[in-house]
């Protein structure tokens, strides 16, 4: 099995900055894109950045600029740093890797909240 584990949430006031990790271990062959993906009350799950393993990035049209995505392939970790945080970027944060193990399957983290106060 794999286990995807998610830190860094918080509150946070707006302008202001939160840095999420998130970890795979497990049984796996390899990692290849990880992602967060975002849902706020009553709105749908959202992609919000995602990385491959040769390290392409793309972010949601409404983070760009204001945050990073990266990974670190030796510890199976991605971070989002997310700076000038604005309320409407307040949500539960979810991680969502893509492993090799017989084939390519999703894992999902438990979720982390972020909260931005205006």
């Known amino acids: 099995q794999v286990q995807v584990v998610e830190s860094g949430g918080g509150l946070v006031q707006a302008g202001g900055s939160l840095r999420l990790s998130c970890t795979a271990s497990?049984?796996?062959?390899?990692?290849?894109?990880m992602a967060w993906y975002r849902q706020a009350p009553g709105k749908l799950r959202e992609l919000v950045a995602a990385?491959?393993?040769?390290?392409?990035?793309n972010y949601a049209d409404s983070v760009k600029v204001r945050f990073t995505i990266s990974r670190d392939n030796a510890k199976n970790t991605v971070h989002l740093q997310m700076n000038s945080l604005k309320p409407e970027d307040t949500a539960v944060y979810y991680c969502?890797?893509?492993?090799?193990?017989?084939?390519?399957?999703?894992?999902w983290g438990q979720g982390t909240q972020v909260t931005v106060s205006s």
């Open positions: 969502n890797v893509n492993v090799r193990q017989f084939g390519n399957r999703n894992y």
């Open positions: 497990g049984s796996f062959f390899g990692i290849n894109a």
């Open positions: 990385i491959t393993g040769s390290g392409n990035t």
